[in-house]
């Protein structure tokens, strides 16, 4: 079993910065891919952002390509999404999660999740 803890979460203004940060426990998850979704309320969640299991490979949703960053630190047994010029459209619960190898597209095609952290943009 994997435990996949997010935060970073918060309140910024339009155009500013976070960095979410996905902490695993149980075991590694040196050789699992890791996805960011979100969702706002009354939304389905969507993929944000996502990871290859060796890094080498990412993706990112349109809205937020050019803005969004994300990574993975096997050592530290970890995920990041940055975060740049934030917009309140922005504003939803961001999820991390981790699925074997290689991308997964959908919230099915991963097997942990954390609990969410509120990301809120004001204008």
């Known amino acids: 079993q994997v435990q996949l803890v997010e935060s970073g979460g918060g309140l910024v203004q339009a155009g500013g910065s976070l960095r979410l940060s996905c902490a695993a426990a149980g075991r590694t998850v040196s050789t699992y891919a890791m996805g960011w979704f979100r969702q706002a309320p009354g939304e389905e969640r969507e993929l944000v952002a996502a990871i290859t299991w060796t890094g080498g490979n990412t993706y990112y949703g349109d809205s937020v390509k050019g803005r969004f960053t994300i990574s993975k630190d096997n050592a530290k047994n970890s995920g990041y999404l940055q975060m740049n010029n934030l917009k309140p459209e922005d504003t939803a619960v961001y999820y991390c999660?981790?699925?074997?190898?290689?991308?997964?597209?959908?919230?099915?095609?991963?097997?942990?999740w954390g609990q969410g952290t509120q990301v809120t943009v004001s204008s």
């Open positions: 999660a981790a699925r074997p190898y290689s991308l997964g597209y959908t919230p099915r095609e991963y097997n942990y």
